[in-house]
C-alpha cells in the first residue's frame, strides 16, 4: 500500500485531506507535534476504514526530519508528502516580533524544504510520487497586516514553482495549493478573523484539492467570505 505523509495531519486541512486520500486506498502518515491530536485524526481514519499511522516530528528540525525519514523507509512505501504544516502571525508589521517571524520562516519555508529534500529521494528511486504544498493565498498577493507571513507563503510558492520546472519531465507531481482563509483551529489563539464560521470548512477546501489534484496550481478563493 501507498504511503502519503501530511504534516499537520492532526487538525483542519491536514486531517481532511488525509481522510479523502484514505478513502482512495492510500496509507496515512500524520505527522506534528501534538500526539494527542494525530492519534485522533488516525483513529477517524480507521473507523471510516482507512489505515494510518502517526509519527510525532518537528520539521524544523533537520536532525529529526533525516532520523525519523531512515526509520521509514524501510516500513512504508512512501509515495507522496503534503506539506500542510504552518503558522501564521497577523497584525501591524512593527508590531510582530522576531520571535514571532522566525517561527513563521523556519515552520512555513524551512520546514516544507526540509521535508521535501527528505523525501524527494524516496520519490525519485521508486519513479513516481506526488508533493502537494499547501500554499494560501497570501503566497499569490500581499495582504494588509500580513507582510511576514506573506514572505513566507511566497517562498514556498517560488519553491514549488521551481520544481515543477525540475521535475517537469518525471512522474512526480508537485502542486501548489492556494486557498483563503477556513474555519479551522488556525484561528483559535488569534483574534485576527473575528468570526471564522463565516469560512469555508477545510472539508470542503479539501473536496476541491482533490478534484482538482491533477492540476499544477490550484487556487481556491474563499467563497464564502
Given at each position: 500500500?501507498?504511503?502519503?505523509?501530511?504534516?499537520?495531519?492532526?487538525?483542519?486541512?491536514?486531517?481532511?485531506?488525509?481522510?479523502?486520500?484514505?478513502?482512495?486506498?492510500?496509507?496515512?502518515?500524520?505527522?506534528?507535534?501534538?500526539?494527542?491530536?494525530?492519534?485522533?485524526?488516525?483513529?477517524?481514519?480507521?473507523e471510516n476504514g482507512g489505515r494510518a499511522d502517526i509519527l510525532t516530528l518537528d520539521i524544523r528540525?533537520?536532525?529529526?526530519?533525516?532520523?525519523?525519514?531512515?526509520?521509514?523507509?524501510?516500513?512504508?512505501?512512501?509515495?507522496?508528502?503534503?506539506?500542510?504544516?504552518?503558522?501564521?502571525?497577523?497584525?501591524?508589521?512593527?508590531?510582530?516580533?522576531?520571535?514571532?517571524?522566525?517561527?513563521?520562516?523556519?515552520?512555513?519555508?524551512?520546514?516544507?524544504?526540509?521535508?521535501?529534500?527528505?523525501?524527494?529521494?524516496?520519490?525519485?528511486?521508486?519513479?513516481?510520487?506526488?508533493?502537494?504544498?499547501?500554499?494560501?493565498?497570501?503566497?499569490?498577493?500581499?495582504?494588509?497586516?500580513?507582510?511576514?507571513?506573506?514572505?513566507?507563503?511566497?517562498?514556498?510558492?517560488?519553491?514549488?514553482?521551481?520544481?515543477?520546472?525540475?521535475?517537469?519531465?518525471?512522474?512526480?507531481?508537485?502542486?501548489?495549493?492556494?486557498?483563503?482563509?477556513?474555519?479551522?483551529?488556525?484561528?483559535?489563539?488569534?483574534?485576527?478573523?473575528?468570526?471564522?464560521?463565516?469560512?469555508?470548512?477545510?472539508?470542503?477546501?479539501?473536496?476541491?484539492?482533490?478534484?482538482?489534484?491533477n492540476q499544477d496550481e490550484i487556487i481556491i478563493e474563499n467563497k464564502k467570505s
Open positions: 500500500m501507498k504511503t502519503i505523509i501530511v504534516t499537520g495531519g492532526g487538525t483542519g486541512l491536514g486531517k481532511e485531506l488525509a481522510l479523502l486520500f484514505a478513502q482512495k486506498g492510500y496509507h496515512l502518515l500524520l505527522t506534528g507535534r501534538n500526539a494527542n491530536t494525530l492519534t485522533a485524526a488516525k483513529i477517524e481514519i480507521e528540525s533537520s536532525e529529526e526530519i533525516s532520523k525519523k525519514t531512515n526509520e521509514i523507509t524501510d516500513k512504508y512505501s512512501v509515495y507522496g508528502l503534503i506539506n500542510n504544516a504552518g503558522v501564521g502571525h497577523f497584525g501591524p508589521f512593527q508590531e510582530i516580533s522576531e520571535q514571532e517571524i522566525r517561527e513563521m520562516l523556519e515552520t512555513n519555508v524551512l520546514g516544507t524544504i526540509l521535508m521535501t529534500k527528505a523525501v524527494l529521494p524516496l520519490l525519485e528511486k521508486q519513479g513516481e510520487g506526488r508533493v502537494m504544498n499547501i500554499i494560501s493565498t497570501a503566497g499569490l498577493r500581499g495582504k494588509v497586516h500580513e507582510a511576514g507571513y506573506c514572505a513566507s507563503k511566497f517562498a514556498v510558492r517560488g519553491f514549488t514553482e521551481s520544481l515543477q520546472k525540475e521535475y517537469a519531465d518525471s512522474n512526480i507531481q508537485f502542486n501548489a495549493v492556494y486557498m483563503g482563509g477556513m474555519d479551522t483551529p488556525f484561528w483559535a489563539e488569534s483574534d485576527y478573523v473575528k468570526d471564522p464560521s463565516r469560512l469555508m470548512s477545510a472539508k470542503e477546501v479539501a473536496e476541491i484539492i482533490i478534484e482538482k489534484i
